[in-house]
């Protein structure tokens, strides 16, 4: 691609969730130096920004490292991913409960987002702590993808299992009409305050009649009782 040449797909917004020492920033740098094309940079707070092909089509995403848990972000900081990919590693519990945890924070507050559940170090079976159905249960649990993959051995699993999350990601926003990664927060409160004033106004109560009272004389009462007959 040119370095002139912009994508015109809206951007994927992607945020990584895992507690410490489970590999998630290995996970990112090693797809995205896998994969990137044009811009690749990563800022201080580090968030990942670089266009991908995707399908052979050009496609910019951001993909954002935290070890924040659910209960440390913000709502800001939640709606601005349209995905999030949670990692954890096979030899450490702790690292399976705190991401166990943390999908059903975000089945909860973010119930429409896709989720990817990883499990990191797959290459370390000797040292295993999390079965691997159990971790898969937790998928199905909360319709979320699972894979359990290493980032030790090479980028191809990694390279694999993203592609495929960003492709379904994309097709989802495409068939649901969400262009959710242009929006942010503020907007979207927005939205929901216009279409609830609309909808308040479309079925707002009719307007009740209103009875006066005519005074005619006996002239126009005449003319009213000979109408009458009339009719």
Known sequence: MRTDEKPNAATLHITVMGSSQVGKSALAVRYL????IGEYRSDSDM????VLTLDGITQPVEI???SASCEESSDEHLQWADAFVVVYSITDKDSYDWA??????????????RVLILGNKSDLGHLREVEEVEASTLALRYSAHFSELSTAEGCEAVTDAL???LK??????HHSGTNSGNVSPKQRKLS??????SLIGRHSPPPQPITELIVLDKVERNKLVRC???I
């Open 33 to 36: 130096t896998k994969r990137f």
């Open 64 to 66: 954002m490292d935290t």
């Open 47 to 50: 968030l990942y920004k670089c």
């Open 100 to 113: 166990a945890s943390t999908v059903q924070e975000l089945s909860e507050r973010r119930p429409s987002a």
């Open 168 to 173: 379904e990601i994309k097709s989802h926003r």
């Open 192 to 197: 929901v305050t216009r279409m609830l004033g």
């Open 228 to 230: 009458s007959r009339q």
């Open 163 to 165: 592609d495929n999350f």
